[in-house]
């Protein structure tokens, strides 16, 4: 996964950006995710952000406990304010080198402290696309995060034949596509996804 720490402040800065660039008309806007519209996504961005950021403190409990898949996300009326903020507290909460050691607890799942914040980075990126994606926004993701996310994908892609769950089947892309485009084809989404017009 990784061997070192990362920095998710570049990262959850670049989403709470393309979260706060959303307007009301889109939330109901479809996402390269088929189950959710804008405002699922947004949802899960929230729920994911409460979550890891509690996987990083070592504070089990329902947030850790609840698997991503229970009920469809959704946001309450104070999204545009608590997003950011929790995004933030994320970011800081990894900041600590004693988040990537010894184990913790992430939707649902006991795992290692470096392994849960592989897949925090993951979340990160990947979702950062789908955001901005669905809301015609350009997107830049951390250089780090994205190579980082890349890695364990790739690794992920080795480990099962992805015919379904978390991440479904890998989209071939050329091999001389950008690392983005690699690196969302590897989670099981077409890079060139547009929003309907």
Known sequence: MTDTTLDLGPQTRIVARLAEGVTDEQLADGTPCPRYAVRNMLGHLLGLAVA???????????TTDTGPEAALPDIGPGWREELPEVLDELAGVWRDPAAWTGMTRAGGLDLPGAVTGAVTADE????????????????????????????????????????????????PVPPDAPLLDRTIGLSGRDPGWTRPA
């Open 52 to 62: 890891f950021r509690d996987a990083g403190r070592k504070s089990p409990g329902a």
């Open 124 to 171: 990160l990126v990947i979702h950062g696309w789908d955001l901005a994606r669905a809301t015609g926004q350009s997107y830049a993701p951390d250089p780090a995060l994205l190579r980082a996310s890349y890695d364990f994908l790739l690794a992920a892609a080795a480990d099962s034949d992805r015919d379904g769950g978390v991440f479904g089947p890998v989209v």
